[in-house]
């Protein structure tokens, strides 16, 4: 049997990680919940977040922290125009289309990535990258405590969002019935804009928080596409708790997941862990219970 | 008629190519297109005439290709023999697949998620296991005779150009047959298919296999020609993406997509090699954009241009 301490420090791990997974999903869930497109570019998109804040931080000595107050508007913008632009002329009506653009759009961020930085991976280093702290005797690190309670930040602000504001309402309209809202003068491709271009400010949120403590190369948003997605499912499509809680979640299984069957075989646990739930339960453990076989 | 006869009428061109040409370049070029055409086949033939879009066919790819590569290098199986047992394992894949998600009703991008899924789980464990070589792959031996399975570029063009027509005559038949007539049906509308008294999951779990049966076929080509499988090339993204992206440049849901797609996006591919060099990355950013320039502007593909002329 392991040691409970060991089980503690990984079960601790796992929810600062987890906190890391939860903060990229939450742009997802939105995007989901209010398009209803699975964003594939999910991943490839926090790829360029994060070469956004190691360049700010290697050529003008930003503080990744510091670089929130760009990197957040920037993908705000980022992800508007593409939704303007691209992903929102090419679906023809089909959802089937739009998944093939994200689709398009991440192979070509991800090797243009490629071809303009080499496969090199990169990371930076701060006062406070290998500094930790000891909760219950378990070593943690700070930039992950951080990522934490940045993750419970935004989800945060994005319920006051949607609950509070006038655009948050308008959001809502939209996700809930797209004629009705087009009829009470609502602009419905800009709050589709909007939406995405939130979903990527959470992208540029989460990049400033991961880079600290992680590492960046082209195909790092491979690692955190799937991740994201099985977060979001588990969580039920288009709701803030639930991606948390997925992340949360995710976070330990593949932390103990890692601990008993060692690093390779130990992300498997996610990959059943999401077959099993678009199998047995598609609206998620907290989803209200939509039709079963979603928008798409 | 006129199908079967322009089928007749490549494959002869094709068969015939290598005694007009000796240059090994042309040869390799005109595999990777039929071998292309074969992953497009197959990925047509779900997601085209049955409106499934998987985003995980590389694994029955995958499945075919460890199935004949495991079984030649650990029980010293002769490769001609490791084919049938090839595109068995990968149908049985498909199947597994097919009747989880079917039966469970997982449809759009749902069902493309899971299938992504499922290749990853397939990529982990080849990664793992000693069985598929772990991380390192497995690596054929050299024997150089055709009752191994091992010849020259000619050799290899011929075999490839026989599984790429049983491709043909399976599109063909779907196209002619009841059974087509139903998956089209679950393809427009699954309520009203089943309306009408068509067993929708059914319709679909024999399309699933169908077209897993083909896709492993090409992973079995795969290995017999570069004599070489990892797990991330027989389970990564690259295979599922090139499997999509053919039918979807060439016509979607049509007989001679999957060859059109293939053919152009070889060509693209030679085209940039020639002008980028060896950057790597760069024919991919050219096959994405390609991917999100044809789904804006001719979403029915290169075919659909041509019979929109024609009418």
Same mark, same amino acid.
């Given at each position: =049997?392991?040691?409970?301490?060991?089980?503690?420090?990984?079960?601790?791990?796992?929810?600062?990680?987890?906190?890391?997974?939860?903060? /990229?999903?939450?742009?997802?869930?939105?995007?989901?919940?209010?398009?209803?497109?699975?964003?594939? %570019?999910?991943?490839?998109?926090?790829?360029?977040?994060?070469?956004?804040?190691?360049?700010?931080?290697?050529?003008?000595?930003?503080?990744?922290?510091?670089?929130?107050?760009?990197?957040?508007?920037?993908?705000?913008?980022?992800?508007?125009?593409?939704?303007?632009?691209?992903?929102?002329?090419?679906?023809?009506?089909?959802? #089937?289309?739009?998944?093939?653009?994200? &689709?398009?759009?991440?192979?070509?961020? #991800?090797?243009?990535?490629?071809?303009?930085?080499?496969?090199?991976?990169?990371?930076? #280093?701060?006062?406070?990258?290998?500094?930790?702290?000891?909760?219950?005797?378990?070593?943690?690190?700070? @930039?992950?405590? +951080?990522?934490?309670?940045?993750?419970?930040?935004?989800?945060?602000?994005?319920?006051?969002?949607?609950?509070?504001?006038d655009?948050?309402r308008a959001?809502?309209a939209v996700?809930?019935?797209r004629q009705g809202a087009r009829l009470v003068g609502i602009d419905v491709e800009h709050v589709?804009? =909007?939406?995405?271009?939130?979903?990527?400010?959470?992208?540029? %949120?989460?990049?400033?928080?991961?880079?600290?403590?992680?590492?960046?190369? @082209?195909?790092?948003?491979?690692?955190?596409?799937?991740?994201?997605?099985?977060?979001?499912?588990?969580?039920? =499509?288009?709701?803030?708790?639930?991606?948390?809680?997925?992340?949360?979640? /995710?976070?330990?299984?593949?932390?103990?997941?890692?601990?008993?069957? !060692?690093?390779?075989?130990?992300?498997? !646990?996610?990959?059943? +862990?999401?077959?099993?739930?678009?199998?047995?339960?598609?609206?998620?453990?907290?989803?209200?219970?939509? #039709?079963?076989?979603?928008?798409? | 008629?006129?199908?079967?006869? *322009?089928?007749?009428?490549?494959?002869?061109?094709?068969?015939?190519?290598?005694?007009?040409?000796?240059?090994?370049?042309?040869?390799?070029?005109?595999? =990777?297109? &039929?071998?292309?055409?074969?992953?497009?086949?197959?990925?047509?033939?779900?997601?085209?005439?049955?409106?499934?879009?998987?985003?995980?066919?590389?694994?029955?790819?995958?499945?075919? %290709?460890?199935?004949?590569?495991?079984?030649?290098?650990?029980?010293?199986?002769?490769?001609?023999?490791?084919?049938?047992?090839?595109?068995?394992?990968?149908?049985?894949?498909?199947?597994?697949?097919?009747?989880?998600?079917?039966?469970?009703? $997982?449809?759009?991008?749902?069902?493309?998620?899971?299938?992504? *899924?499922?290749?990853?789980?397939?990529?982990?464990?080849?990664?793992?296991?000693?069985?598929?070589?772990?991380? +390192?792959?497995?690596?054929?031996?050299?024997?150089?005779?055709?009752?191994?399975?091992?010849?020259?570029?000619?050799?290899?063009?011929?075999?490839?150009?026989?599984?790429?027509?049983?491709?043909?005559?399976?599109?063909?038949?779907?196209?002619?047959?009841?059974?087509?007539?139903?998956? *089209?049906?679950?393809?427009?509308?699954?309520?009203?298919?089943?309306?009408?008294?068509?067993?929708?999951?059914? +319709?679909?779990?024999?399309?699933?296999?169908?077209?897993?049966?083909?896709?492993?076929?090409?992973?079995?080509?795969?290995?017999?020609?570069?004599?070489?499988?990892?797990?991330?090339?027989?389970?990564?993204?690259?295979?599922?993406?090139?499997?999509?992206?053919?039918?979807?440049?060439?016509? $979607?849901?049509?007989?001679?997509?999957?060859?059109?797609?293939?053919?152009?996006?070889?060509?693209?591919?030679?085209?940039?090699?020639?002008?980028? !060099?060896?950057?790597?990355?760069?024919? &991919?950013?050219?096959?994405?954009? /390609?991917?999100?320039?044809?789904?804006?502007?001719?979403?029915?593909? /290169?075919?659909?241009?041509?019979?929109?002329?024609? *009418?």
């Amino acid at each position: =049997m392991l040691d409970l301490q060991i089980v503690l420090a990984s079960l601790l791990n796992g929810l600062t990680q987890g906190a890391v997974y939860a903060l /990229v999903a939450l742009g997802l869930t939105l995007i989901y919940g209010v398009l209803h497109i699975i964003n594939f %570019a999910h991943g490839a998109l926090l790829m360029v977040a994060l070469y956004g804040v190691f360049f700010l931080n290697a050529r003008l000595g930003v503080d990744p922290y510091a670089a929130l107050p760009v990197m957040v508007p920037a993908m705000f913008a980022l992800g508007y125009g593409l939704q303007r632009f691209v992903v929102g002329r090419a679906g023809h009506g089909r959802d #089937e289309n739009i998944l093939l653009v994200t &689709l398009g759009l991440a192979l070509v961020l #991800e090797n243009a990535a490629l071809a303009a930085f080499k496969s090199d991976t990169r990371a930076i #280093e701060t006062a406070y990258t290998f500094s930790t702290v000891n909760l219950a005797g378990a070593m943690i690190a700070v @930039p992950k405590v +951080v990522a934490f309670f940045g993750a419970l930040v935004v989800a945060g602000l994005l319920l006051a969002l949607i609950s509070r504001t006038d655009l948050g309402r308008a959001i809502r309209a939209v996700a809930k019935e797209r004629q009705g809202a087009r009829l009470v003068g609502i602009d419905v491709e800009h709050v589709f804009a =909007m939406s995405f271009g939130i979903g990527l400010a959470c992208l540029g %949120a989460a990049a400033c928080f991961l880079l600290p403590a992680y590492y960046v190369n @082209p195909q790092v948003g491979n690692g955190f596409v799937l991740i994201a997605f099985t977060v979001v499912v588990l969580g039920g =499509m288009g709701s803030f708790a639930g991606a948390l809680a997925g992340g949360f979640i /995710v976070g330990v299984i593949e932390s103990l997941g890692g601990l008993w069957l !060692g690093e390779s075989l130990g992300q498997i !646990g996610i990959f059943l +862990v999401f077959i099993a739930i678009l199998l047995f339960r598609p609206q998620g453990l907290f989803g209200a219970s939509v #039709e079963k076989s979603g928008h798409a | 008629m006129r199908e079967l006869a *322009a089928i007749g009428v490549f494959a002869l061109a094709a068969a015939m190519l290598p005694a007009f040409v000796s240059s090994g370049f042309v040869l390799h070029l005109a595999i =990777m297109v &039929l071998y292309s055409t074969l992953l497009g086949q197959a990925w047509n033939l779900l997601a085209g005439f049955g409106g499934q879009y998987s985003f995980g066919h590389a694994l029955f790819f995958g499945t075919g %290709a460890y199935a004949s590569a495991a079984l030649q290098v650990h029980l010293g199986l002769n490769a001609w023999l490791a084919l049938p047992v090839a595109i068995a394992c990968g149908a049985a894949a498909g199947a597994l697949v097919g009747a989880l998600s079917f039966r469970y009703g $997982l449809r759009g991008s749902y069902f493309a998620l899971v299938t992504l *899924a499922f290749a990853e789980v397939f990529r982990i464990l080849a990664n793992s296991v000693q069985f598929t070589g772990g991380g +390192v792959g497995l690596l054929l031996p050299l024997k150089e005779s055709a009752a191994d399975l091992q010849f020259s570029k000619a050799g290899f063009l011929h075999l490839i150009l026989a599984l790429t027509l049983a491709g043909f005559l399976v599109t063909w038949w779907l196209k002619h047959s009841r059974f087509g007539a139903w998956l *089209a049906a679950v393809r427009d509308s699954e309520e009203s298919a089943a309306a009408l008294g068509v067993d929708v999951v059914r +319709v679909k779990f024999a399309a699933i296999v169908l077209s897993a049966a083909l896709m492993s076929a090409g992973g079995f080509f795969y290995v017999q020609y570069f004599h070489y499988i990892d797990p991330h090339i027989a389970y990564g993204p690259a295979v599922s993406v090139e499997a999509l992206l053919g039918p979807i440049v060439g016509g $979607l849901g049509t007989l001679f997509g999957p060859l059109l797609g293939a053919a152009a996006l070889q060509l693209l591919g030679e085209l940039t090699r020639n002008l980028a !060099g060896d950057v790597p990355g760069v024919s &991919l950013v050219v096959y994405g954009a /390609v991917l999100i320039g044809m789904v804006m502007f001719l979403p029915r593909g /290169v075919a659909g241009l041509v019979s929109r002329r024609g *009418a």
